[in-house]
Structure formats: C-alpha cells, structure tokens
C-alpha cells in the first residue's frame, strides 16, 4: 500500500480512480465551457469564509485535497486569473490518471498558477505543505475509512483565519443507491470481497446490465436527483453504485464530524434550502419551527424535503472570531454570482415573488419593492451608497432603500445568488 491507504478497501477505491478517473471530462471540452459549481467559486470563498473583509491583493493559497480530474481547481484558478489576483491552487490528489485529464485540461486554459502534487489527504500532515488559506475538499471525506482523521489533516494545514469548503454524501436524496449497491456486491462483486472479485470493467458490464433490468419499483428508478449512472459514464456508474467504500451524513452528523475537527460551520449551501419556513406556510408549524434550534430547523428541512443527496459546506476554526458580511457598510460592493442583474430585473414576476426550485421543492421567495430597481444596479463595481444615490436621485428616500435594500440582500444571499466582493 502508498500514499495513505489505510486498508485492503482503501487500496480498492485508489484503484478504481486510477481505472476511472472521476468526474468524467474531456479536455477538449474546456475550450467550449467551464464547469462551475460550489463550493470553491472565489466569490463565495470571499463572502462565506472570510466575509468579504480579505483583500483582494492578498495573495490566495488555495489546495483542492481530493482534486480528481479537476473541477474545482479549474474553476477556482481561472476565476484568479479572470480577476488578476494573485495567488496559486495546489491540486493534490493520490490518482495518477485525474491528475493526467487535470493538467490537460489546465494546459487548454493555458492556467499558470496550478500546482500539481501527488498524495493522500491521511498523508498531509507531513507533506511540507501549505498552509493554505482556502482548502477544498468535495467527495472525499465520505470515502475514507476514518473521516474524522481526514478532516483534521486538512485542519492541519489551514492557514490561521483560513477556512474550508466540504461536500459530503447525504442519504435522502441518495435513496435507492445503497439499495442498488447491495444488489451489485452479490451479482458483481468487487475485489474487496476475495477470489469471486471481478475486475472493474466486468463489474461495469455488469451494473449497465442490471440497471437495463431493474423493475420500476426499484427505488433508484424512482429517484430524479442522481444521474451519474445515467449520464456519468462508466466513471459515474461505478462511484455511484461500485464504490467499495460511501459513507451518507445526515445534517446533524456532519455537523458532529465538523465539530469533532475543531471547526464550526459558517453556512450551509444553499442557506434558504436549510430553512423549514421557506417550505412551510401554516401559522402553527412555522410557530413549532420557531422555537427550534438553527440546527435543529436545517436537519427539520432535509428530513421533510427528503432531496439532499449531498450536503456543502464552508467552515472555520471553532475558536476563530466571526467576521459577518457587512451589509450595512456603503462602501460595500454587492455582487451577483453567475446571474446578470439587469436581466433578473427584467425577467421579475409581477407579483414580487421569486420562484425557486431546489431538485423539484418549489419554494416561492418574495423580494421587496425596489428589488428591480437596484438588481439592475448591482454590477460588482458600484458600491451600495452608489446605489442608494441612483435611487436618490430619482426620489428614492434613503430609509425606504435601507429597508428594501436589507430585504433584498437577506433574500437572495440565503439564494447564495447576492453577495459582497472582497475589498481592493
């Protein structure tokens, strides 16, 4: 065994990332279009981690642990280079071929500020890495034979006033998986299981074949929300349904996890999927909900909505001191993330209410009175007094865009749609 495995399993689950790379891409793909996603967008690594109070000039340290063939490297690197920030993104993943579909598809960027290193997250703490500033770890955590160690590696590299982005497995939205997953280890076993073992191919064969023949009340046939066996290729089948080793957190047991590494969570991703009141109207439920917990009310959302097939968070040392966005600063700079405002204002419903769909939860979120008005403004270069004095001039009183403007900015970073740029 090399680079962090830990047992038989372990050895397994690097040997399949060497047969399938994951998530499946084609170099070629990137000079056509940019996968984006969270966590990892700089501007909400700006706003959530450091709350919009780290300079832009200062240079960004960044390590995707668990890098695979690139998504979030990618993605975070190129968005520095857009913005002309300086800084480097570490990819570091103990997968020979990611690493392979990683640099090439970095070179297609023609990206100068990606280092690639090879090695295992169980292994950081030795590595002569870091520190880092932002650390990045999707998919990885739920795969490890001891999270918890995992976790406080990472931790152990993390930059004083630093933070990271997770993403684990959530079990609702994954249901029908474990289901399926079982039935392969008996028509397809995989080498953790000894001599009747089959080699990743035959086991790929195998799972395409079942999947052709389940019966429709297979629970996975009934899931919308999981495609990677239908549209991941053979790399997404097998980590879905093949994986020797996947571990689901619900929210209470992340949060434990998180905690138990000495971090506390900043937010959940997206926050108003979190909030049982954006799926509840009744008087007397949102009064029952009222009295609960912010944990509490965010494990209530997914037991009731019963869709998260993955949790996404950003955290920071427990003991760190809580920097809040400021809201309330004029001099402030709003920004939209991936959305232009000058076409969200147009495209506003008449009745002031934002329809959302979170995987088919349709919520309804009602924006105030001004909401068109300063969305069209919002081009993350004018500051929040600079709006308030567009509107000013055209009759606006200050106390009537402070009151909407404060609506506004709730709604839709909730949406985590509205945020606040780091400062020059």
């Not at 397994?12 to 984006?36: G, I, N, S, W």
């Not at 919308?224 to 093949?242: C, F, K, M, S, V």
């Amino acid at each position: 065994m090399h680079l962090g495995m830990t047992d038989a399993t372990d050895a397994h689950l690097a040997a399949q990332y060497e047969a399938f790379p994951y998530p499946l891409r084609d170099p070629r793909d990137e000079a056509k279009r940019m996968v984006v996603g969270s966590p990892s967008h700089l501007l909400e690594v700006d706003h959530w981690v450091f709350g919009a109070r780290r300079p832009r000039s200062q240079p960004l340290r960044a390590l995707m642990a668990g890098g695979g063939s690139g998504d979030g490297t990618l993605m975070l690197a190129q968005h520095l280079a857009n913005a002309g920030r300086p800084g480097s993104v570490t990819w570091y993943d103990r997968s020979a071929a990611a690493r392979q579909v990683a640099e090439a598809r970095a070179k297609v960027r023609g990206l100068t500020n990606i280092t690639f290193n090879p090695g295992s997250i169980l292994e950081l703490a030795g590595s002569g890495l870091g520190p880092f500033d932002y650390i990045d770890c999707c998919g990885v955590l739920h795969h490890l034979p001891n999270p918890l160690e995992g976790l406080r590696n990472l931790v152990s590299v993390l930059a004083p006033g630093g933070g990271l982005g997770l993403m684990v497995y959530a079990p609702h939205g994954r249901t029908g998986v474990y289901m399926m997953q079982e039935a392969l280890r008996l028509l397809a076993p995989g080498p953790e299981q000894g001599e009747a073992g089959l080699a990743p191919p035959a086991r790929v064969d195998l799972a395409r074949r079942l999947w052709k023949q389940a019966p429709e009340t297979a629970w996975l046939r009934q899931n919308p929300w999981l495609t990677d066996h239908t549209q991941g290729g053979d790399a997404g089948l097998y980590d879905l349904l093949l994986n020797p080793r996947d571990q689901a957190y619900t929210v209470p047991q992340f949060n434990a996890l998180i905690r138990a590494a000495g971090l506390r969570v900043q937010t959940w991703m997206e926050p108003l999927r979190y909030d049982p009141d954006a799926y509840l109207s009744d008087p007397r439920l949102r009064a029952r909900t009222a009295l609960l917990p912010p944990l509490d009310r965010a494990a209530l959302a997914e037991a009731m909505c019963g869709n998260m097939g993955i949790h996404i968070v950003y955290c920071v040392r427990a003991d760190d001191p809580a920097h809040a966005p400021a809201w309330d600063n004029p001099e402030s700079i709003p920004v939209l993330r991936e959305i232009d405002g000058e076409k969200l204002a147009k495209g506003m419903p008449p009745s002031g209410v934002l329809p959302v769909n979170f995987d088919g939860a349709r919520v309804g979120l009602p924006l105030p009175r001004l909401a068109p008005a300063i969305l069209s403004r919002v081009n993350g270069q004018r500051c929040i007094g600079e709006i308030a004095d567009a509107l000013a001039a055209n009759g606006v009183s200050r106390e009537t865009f402070n009151r909407d403007f404060a609506a506004l900015a709730q709604a839709l970073q909730s949406l985590n749609r509205l945020l606040l740029a780091a400062p020059a």
